[in-house]
């Protein structure tokens, strides 16, 4: 990722030193949008169902973050691009299947 994202990374001593709270707040707001639009979806379906509608939201949310700074950024890679898609798309249908675990046991 590193390699990837060149002298747009914000970094000191050669490792990453992200913007702490707006990290946190990244994740919050996929929390957020977890529990607002995939909850309601996958409670009550089967686990590969589930796990797709999750990744389905994960490709909305990290293709949306990928592709405006492939569109905009000059150094931004298609490499990068479909690695962190792939990668959010299993993220969030991980957590779609955890939601429906747990809402599965009536949290």
């Given at each position: 990722y590193k390699r990837e994202l060149g002298s747009l990374a914000r970094?000191?001593?050669g490792a990453f030193v992200p913007v702490w709270w707006?990290?946190?707040a990244v994740y919050m707001l996929i929390a957020i949008g977890l529990v607002m639009f995939v909850k309601p979806l996958v409670a009550?379906?089967?686990p590969l169902k589930a796990f797709f509608t999750g990744?389905?939201?994960g490709l909305v949310l990290y293709g949306l973050y990928d592709l405006t700074n492939y569109?905009?950024?000059?150094n931004w890679s298609l490499k990068l691009?479909?690695?962190d898609m792939v990668w959010g798309m299993v993220?969030?249908?991980s957590f779609a299947l955890l939601i429906r675990f747990l809402v599965s046991k009536g949290w």
């Open positions: 970094l000191q001593n707006a990290g946190i009550t379906l089967p990744a389905m939201f569109s905009t950024l000059n691009v479909v690695a993220l969030m249908g």
